[in-house]
């Protein structure tokens, strides 16, 4: 079953503008994180929350993560066109499932040059 | 050496054949894992491995069948495959089972004819 619901499912901008992407989750857990595929390819780590931090940086990313409301978004800042891209985000059950990364639908991002 | 390979990168094969995909991590990571992936689809859980013991199978038909022959090499033997098998495999690493990120390769991309 997917966990995460990545929204919106395509966004298209264009160089320099900012991108934000919504996951949203079902169950309680460990920590969410974020990948990002480029088409046909190997997913690549983008960064890691955990369920006790609200917010991380990690050059031009932000993430944001909120239990409560079983959500985390992710803002790509000046975005490139080198950053066309599929983002997926994936989470991490507490408790008996935590050795399986489950993972969103995810967000087709295109940045036009 | 912080990189998975995989090989072959493309494989067509009839579904009499009988194939394998291997994998390959040089990061003295002690957990293994295989996903599949349909287009425009999140990657699903196949198979983990952890301390080169086969800890997960997620339901998978025995026409997909891992082999994990030391604690750098992953395998998954083909048999008989259907053309709904047709998707990108993926292997992964991480240090330990769970919570952490993972490492991906860049895929096999396989086609049953």
């Known amino acids: 079953s997917q966990q995460g619901e990545e929204d919106p499912q395509a966004l298209s901008i264009q160089e320099g503008e900012n991108a934000t992407m919504n996951c949203s989750y079902k169950t309680s857990i460990n920590n969410l994180q974020w990948y990002r595929q480029n088409s046909g390819r190997g997913l690549v780590h983008l960064i890691l929350i955990r369920s006790n931090e609200r917010e991380k940086h990690s050059g031009r990313l932000r993430v944001t993560l909120d239990t409560s409301k079983k959500s985390s978004s992710l803002l790509i800042t000046a975005s490139r066109a080198a950053d066309t891209a599929s983002y997926f985000c994936?989470?991490?059950?507490?408790?008996?499932?935590?050795?399986?990364?489950?993972f969103g639908k995810g967000t087709l991002l295109t940045v036009n040059p | 050496d912080t990189e998975v390979t995989q090989t072959p990168k493309h494989l067509v094969m009839g579904m009499t054949n009988k194939k394998s995909l291997k994998c390959e991590q040089h990061m003295g990571h002690r957990a293994m894992y295989w996903y599949k992936q349909k287009a425009k689809k999140p990657p699903e859980l196949m198979f983990v491995?952890?301390?080169?013991?086969?800890?997960i199978n997620e339901s998978v038909p025995s026409r997909f069948s891992p082999e994990c022959p030391n604690s750098s090499l992953l395998n998954l033997h083909l048999h008989a495959l259907q053309p709904e098998d047709s998707a990108l495999y993926l292997c992964?690493?991480?240090?330990?089972?769970?919570?952490?990120?993972?490492?991906f390769g860049p895929g096999t991309r396989l086609t049953v004819l």
């Open positions: 491995y952890s301390y080169e013991k086969l800890s």
């Open positions: 992964a690493s991480s240090q330990l089972l769970a919570l952490g990120r993972q490492f």
């Open positions: 994936a989470t991490v059950e507490s408790g008996g499932s935590n050795y399986k990364l489950t």
